[in-house]
Nanobody, 120 residues
Framework: QVQLVESGGGFVQAGGSLRLSCAAS????????MGWYRQAPGKQRELVAD???????NYADSVKGRFTVSRDNAKNTVYLQMNSLKPEDTAVYYC??????????????WGQGTQVTVSS
């Protein structure tokens, strides 16, 4: 079983920065795509950014130019650098990984979530 553990959330003023990290541990062959989602109160969970194992990235329009997703395959870790934060970025941020436990199969694994609060 795979565990994804997030860290780095917190409270910051508008215009500030935070860096989230998510490390995968457990038994698996590899992790393909990794990414970050967020869910604000009363809203659906939405994709923030994701990155393939080869480094190709994808961002929500609302964070383009402000957030950067990266990963370290050797450490099975994905990062989210968040700059120029806005109050509307306030949400619980979840890490996601497409886990490959063995040849021919894969499944989604989720972290427990980390709160990001941006004050105006």
């Amino acid at each position: 079983q795979v565990q994804l553990v997030e860290s780095g959330g917190g409270f910051v003023q508008a215009g500030g920065s935070l860096r989230l990290s998510c490390a995968a541990s457990g038994r698996f062959f590899s992790i393909n795509g990794m990414g970050w989602y967020r869910q604000a109160p009363g809203k659906q969970r939405e994709l923030v950014a994701d990155i393939t194992r080869g480094g190709r990235t994808n961002y929500a329009d609302s964070v383009k130019g402000r957030f950067t997703v990266s990963r370290d395959n050797a450490k099975n870790t994905v990062y989210l650098q968040m700059n120029s934060l806005k109050p509307e970025d306030t949400a619980v941020y979840y890490c996601n990984g497409r886990v490959v436990p063995g040849v021919g199969s894969e499944y989604d694994s989720w972290g427990q979530g980390t709160q990001v609060t941006v004050s105006s």
